[in-house]
């Protein structure tokens, strides 16, 4: 009896284990047809036309930029080799000796001018301390210089490293000034009263003032007013909302300020947290600015201040996904900036906030390639389908778990670690290369799937420097192969430039204009070629 049950017991696992073996096989069979590393060239590589004409041109990029929000302020005392590495990653236009990129070269260095809420703190009802700001102006109405030492250090770090631009800009009046003394609003409403604005115009000049005396650097733009459509009254971080007649007052103080204290700074307006607000006449009060600041008839109009830079800013957020309808919101954008003779518009603060259409969740911090390849086609986006000459990413450097830093770090005052992410290589694909005064030029593509827009292509001339410069970006899984011609120009050789999954900035072999030059799947490639 025990031998007969064992000899079935023995068959039925027998055929129970080649069933499993089946199922199994059959399941790794479909799930590897189904995965495909990033390495694994599945098919003969598609090839892709790209031509290139110089005598189509379209904008003159003027900066590419990030803010020292929030971290500066700490990062800034952290010991000096620490540091200058970040700086080194964020400013740097140098190369190792294999031609390995230090850093991403910023062109413009955004600097917070503090409302206060730091010096009060718990008091300020902004609980995250990271998120507070000093401010050089002291209750009894004198300025502080050795304040916002940590944000000094990272300005004078930029312009050892020959930034070019330098602009600041401020969350919130101070909180000596403010409607409520705290650094955000009460109730959605605008925090600094109309009998306040010169005041508050002439603090702005005071600190453009003593920051060039301390530093030697004057700031070339100021921002008085950020994101002011929102209401900012839940202290997560200084702000306060305005609407379009409230910000031209403030304008129009502030360019009286800078006249008469004999500053060649200019005024940026008006940092809108969306697109929309600047073209959109869904809300007439805090929207539709480029009508209202820029058209004469506007009871609004401050196009005439002499001192006011012929540009509109705006941030891109809520606004990047899906793809084809971003693209088509900064087409309109584009179109309506261009109704006004000479004006120009500039992306001002971008990283990835929200759900983004289900295509990139801003939650949790990601150092790899996925969100690098999101950012990189949004830069694409605003740059080519928006016409912006400016492109400006928000906190260089995030404690955060979020995916909002260029460079991450410990949330430590003192010390701690740091890490570089990918969306900083991928925005230096741009940034290293794309210098002040290069302009972008018609770049044709064919034989490229249009509808998936996994692959997009745009190019620059540089005569100051007599470079092409191309910036691809293929987020597909499969490599592809592209073929270059030119119009109007003679390249003849092209420098490549690499960020993938395996590569920061990585440089690649030169290489003739007449080969087919492969551009890995999922990976950003910039190519250099020398105009002759």
């Known amino acids: 009896m025990i031998r007969t049950s064992f000899k079935v017991s023995k068959s039925f696992l ?3 284990w080649l069933m499993a073996y089946t199922f199994l096989f059959l399941l790794f069979s479909c799930t590897k047809a189904q995965v495909i590393p990033d390495n694994v060239k599945t098919q003969e590589n598609k090839q892709v036309n790209i031509s290139i004409d110089a005598a189509k041109t379209f904008q003159t990029i003027e900066h590419f930029g990030a803010s020292d929000a929030w971290s500066c302020q700490f990062v800034g005392n952290w010991p000096e080799s620490k540091k200058n590495s970040i700086a080194d990653l964020l400013f740097s236009q140098d190369t190792t000796a294999s031609g390995q ?13 503090g409302a206060g809420s730091a010096a009060v703190g718990d008091d300020s009802g902004i609980k995250d301390e990271w998120r507070r700001a000093e401010s050089f102006l002291d209750n009894d109405g ?3 210089w050795e304040k916002q030492a940590g944000q000094i250090w990272f300005l004078n770090a930029a312009k050892q490293r020959n930034v070019k631009y330098f602009l600041a800009f401020t969350n919130s009046p101070p909180i000596q000034f403010t409607v409520n003394k705290k650094a955000y609003a009460s109730n959605g409403k605008s925090n600094l009263s109309a009998d306040k604005f010169d005041t508050f115009a002439n603090f702005l000049a005071t600190v453009i003032k003593g920051v060039k005396d301390k530093t030697g650097i004057l700031f070339d733009y100021v921002s008085p007013v950020n994101e002011p459509q929102w209401e900012w009254s839940d202290g997560g971080q200084e702000g306060t909302p305005f609407n379009n007649t409230e910000i031209a007052g403030i304008t129009r103080s502030l360019s009286t300020s800078l006249l008469k204290a004999n500053l060649a700074t200019k005024i940026n307006i008006a940092e809108a947290g969306e697109l929309n607000f600047l073209y959109a006449k869904d809300n007439l ?6 009508t209202d600041f820029f058209e004469a008839s506007s009871s609004n109009y401050v196009g005439n201040l002499p001192n006011l830079e012929k ?6 957020y809520f606004t990047s996904s899906p793809f084809l309808q971003a693209r088509d919101k900064r087409k309109l954008l584009s179109e309506r900036v261009a109704t006004i003779p000479n004006l120009k518009y500039w992306m001002s603060e971008y990283c990835i906030l929200g759900d983004n259409a289900g295509e990139m969740d801003g939650n949790k911090k990601d150092l790899g390639i996925d969100p690098a390849l999101y950012v990189a086609r949004t830069i ?8 912006a000459t400016a492109w400006h990413w928000w906190l260089s450097i995030s404690p955060y778990d979020y995916k909002d830093g260029l460079i991450y770090i410990d949330k430590n005052k003192t010390d701690g670690n740091f890490s570089a992410s990918k969306m900083l290589w991928a925005f230096g694909n741009f940034s290293r290369f794309v210098r002040p005064n290069a302009e972008r030029i018609a770049t ?20 100051a420097q007599k470079q092409l410069i191309t910036v691809i970006i293929n987020s597909d899984i499969n490599p592809v192969d592209i073929k270059l011609s030119f119009s109007n120009m003679k ?3 092209v420098k490549a430039y690499i960020t993938s999954k395996d590569a920061d900035l990585k440089p690649l072999p030169s290489t003739s204009t007449k080969q087919l030059i492969t551009v890995p799947a999922r990976s950003i490639i910039t190519l250099v070629g020398n105009l002759e």
């Open 491 to 493: 390249v003849s050789t």
């Open 380 to 387: 694409h986006n605003d740059l080519v389908n928006g016409n």
């Open 444 to 463: 044709t593509v064919e034989n490229e799937d249009t509808q998936k827009n996994l692959f997009q292509v745009s190019s620059y001339k540089d005569l």
């Open 142 to 144: 004198s300025y502080h």
């Open 14 to 16: 027998l055929r129970k």
């Open 311 to 316: 540009a509109i800013s705006g941030h891109s």
């Open 101 to 113: 990129p230090k850093g991403i070269g910023l062109s413009l260095w955004r600097f917070n001018i």
């Open 285 to 290: 009060v805090k929207g539709y600015q480029i």
